[in-house]
């Protein structure tokens, strides 16, 4: 697993950060004018773990986020932590037949990325995997959107995604592929066992090679009139599909 440092923003961000991950979050700094309780009950839960806190004025933290609402406070922290590709295999294996794994090909979005991470954790996900180019690094913005799932789920970054499948199929993962314009539907394939829920990103949907080393292309069917949905939406009916069809 690798970090780097970074700030993060947002009480939801900033509580799951020292909640999970104390150890890595070096200082927090607080809004001194801001008057929301939950403020005071990071500042009480850093000062239990040990970090130092910081009474700061608004202006102060105005820039730490970028675009990203602070909400009064931001923690300076070694960022969430990335699984190496060599791990994968043990998180598959560690599963027990019921592997959960949602692929992400190249969702660039920081608010997609994050709300994906929102909806694997909820549906008990073994991890998240991403290539380590062409998509939204694991930041600020995505850790705020995730409301604490970059903390908490595994997010594995690898070199070559198509190679990682066929790695992921010789486990025993079948890999299905979400692509509009196939006759096959998601609810019409077994997702009880190992499974890869494989989803392209926002412009392009699945790059080729991805698409061809799938086992299998299947669509959300959409009676309404709409081409696509959001990745992240998507990524949600997938997932919960997998649950409904566990028994969850």
């Given amino acids: ?10 009480v939801n961000a900033v509580a799951s950060a020292i909640e999970n991950d104390a150890e890595h979050v070096r200082e927090v700094l607080v809004d001194s004018g801001a008057r929301n309780p939950r403020l005071v009950e990071i500042e009480e839960q850093a000062r239990r773990y040990g970090i130092e806190v910081r009474k700061v004025a608004t202006q102060a933290l105005d820039g730490i986020g970028g675009n990203v609402r602070h909400q009064g406070v931001a923690a300076r922290y070694a960022a969430a932590r990335t699984w190496d590709e060599s791990e994968l295999p043990g998180l598959v294996e560690a599963a027990g037949g019921k592997a959960l794994l949602l692929v992400l090909d190249g969702v660039q979005d920081p608010h997609n990325l994050g709300a994906c991470l929102r909806s694997a954790l909820a549906a008990g996900a073994t991890a998240v995997v991403i290539p380590k180019d062409k998509s939204a690094p694991v930041n600020a913005t995505v850790r705020k959107t995730s409301a604490g799932a970059a903390d908490r789920l595994p997010v594995v970054q690898v070199t070559n995604l198509a190679r990682t499948l066929r790695e992921l199929q010789k486990l025993g993962v079948w890999a299905y592929g979400l692509a509009g314009e196939v006759d096959d539907t998601l609810y019409g394939v077994d997702l009880k066992g190992n ?5 392209g990103g926002e412009a392009d949907g699945l790059r080729r090679l991805t698409r061809e080393t799938c086992d299998g292309l299947v669509r959300i069917p959409m009676p309404g009139d709409v081409e696509s949905l959001n990745v992240s939406v998507a990524a949600g009916i997938c997932l919960f599909e997998a649950v409904r069809q566990r028994g969850g």
Avoid: D
């Fill in 195 to 199: 499974v890869a829920l494989v989803l």
């Fill in 1 to 10: 697993m690798s970090k780097q440092n970074q700030w993060v923003v947002g």
